[in-house]
């Protein structure tokens, strides 16, 4: 998976302030728990990177961030470093928790981020423990919102699909070998097996190659190099 080229994953970024939530949705969205969880403010420094499959977008990559909030010298350094963020994400989430009701930082943050042209999609967190009237935070922003709880996974699958919905249309087109070939042409794929491949199974981009040829309405056919010979003879 850590094959797939930078430019052909989604990176979306978290915002937000501290203890918010971030690395808790992070878990939520992929079901795994890499991102670093603690109830200690500011327990996230650099931004942590993690590459996923996200159905049915495809290859994306989460970004976690600091605490946007952060305060004293370490705190400008991760200002500092999730602004460097910014400039590489594609989507964002901007979450927010239920006792919040100042949005002026988020308001900043969030001028950043249209001044990059980049998609937000806000989200309030933690709605198990308040339920949240969305009024009030929607007329103060002009981007999608939805609320969720990380914790108990409510609304989790809903902002998958947000996710998908507001991809920049790029990421839509963005094709491996689409572009190269003609409708109903016939495209030998040569993939070799060879120590390097893992066991059993196809790496990613080649699988992605054979899709795209199939969205493309045109013909594919699988060998290996070694075999490559015997297929051109049978054409
Ligand atoms: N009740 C509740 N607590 C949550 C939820 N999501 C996160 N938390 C808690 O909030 C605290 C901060 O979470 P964390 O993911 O580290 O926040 P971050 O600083 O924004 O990355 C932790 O104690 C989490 O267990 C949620 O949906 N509901
Ligand atoms: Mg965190």
Same mark, same amino acid.
């Given at each position: 998976?850590?094959?797939?080229p930078?430019?052909?994953?989604?990176?979306i970024?978290?915002?937000?302030?501290?203890?918010?939530?971030?690395?808790?949705?992070?878990?939520?969205?992929?079901?795994?728990?890499?991102?670093?969880?603690?109830?200690?403010?500011?327990?996230?420094?650099?931004?942590?990177?993690?590459a996923?499959?996200?159905l @049915? *977008?495809?290859? /994306? !990559?989460?970004?976690?961030?600091?605490g946007?909030?952060d305060?004293g %010298?370490?705190? +400008?350094?991760?200002?500092k470093?999730t602004?460097?963020?910014?400039?590489?994400?594609?989507?964002a989430l901007?979450?927010?928790?239920p006792?919040?009701?100042?949005?002026?930082?988020?308001?900043?943050?969030?001028?950043?981020?249209?001044?990059r042209?980049? @998609? *937000?999609?806000? /989200? !309030?967190?933690?709605i198990?423990e308040?339920?949240?009237?969305?009024? %009030?935070?929607? +007329?103060?922003?002009?981007?999608?919102?939805?609320?969720?709880?990380?914790?108990a996974?409510?609304?989790?699958?809903?902002?998958?699909?947000m996710?998908?919905?507001?991809?920049?249309?790029?990421f839509?087109?963005?094709t491996?070998?689409?572009?190269?070939?003609?409708?109903?042409?016939?495209v030998?794929?040569?993939?070799?097996?060879?120590?390097?491949?893992?066991?059993?199974?196809?790496?990613?981009?080649?699988?992605?190659?054979?899709?795209?040829i199939?969205d493309?309405?045109?013909?594919?056919?699988?060998?290996?190099?070694?075999?490559l010979?015997?297929?051109?003879?049978?054409?």
């Amino acid at each position: 998976m850590n094959d797939t080229p930078r430019a052909n994953r989604l990176h979306i970024g978290l915002f937000g302030r501290r203890n918010t939530g971030k690395s808790s949705m992070i878990n939520a969205i992929t079901g795994q728990e890499t991102a670093l969880v603690s109830e200690h403010p500011g327990t996230t420094t650099d931004p942590v990177y993690k590459a996923m499959e996200l159905l @049915p *977008i495809g290859p /994306v !990559v989460f970004i976690d961030t600091a605490g946007l909030d952060d305060i004293g %010298d370490l705190g +400008k350094l991760r200002i500092k470093k999730t602004l460097e963020v910014m400039d590489k994400t594609d989507l964002a989430l901007m979450i927010f928790s239920p006792g919040n009701t100042d949005f002026t930082l988020e308001q900043s943050w969030c001028q950043e981020l249209t001044a990059r042209k980049t @998609p *937000i999609i806000g /989200v !309030v967190n933690k709605i198990d423990e308040e339920d949240v009237d969305m009024g %009030d935070i929607e +007329k103060e922003f002009d981007f999608p919102f939805i609320k969720v709880s990380a914790k108990a996974r409510t609304n989790i699958g809903k902002l998958k699909e947000m996710i998908h919905l507001n991809a920049p249309m790029d990421f839509e087109l963005s094709t491996l070998v689409g572009d190269v070939i003609n409708p109903k042409s016939l495209v030998v794929l040569v993939t070799p097996q060879d120590i390097q491949a893992p066991k059993n199974r196809l790496i990613l981009p080649q699988v992605q190659s054979i899709r795209d040829i199939l969205d493309h309405n045109s013909l594919a056919l699988v060998t290996k190099d070694t075999e490559l010979r015997d297929l051109l003879n049978c054409l």
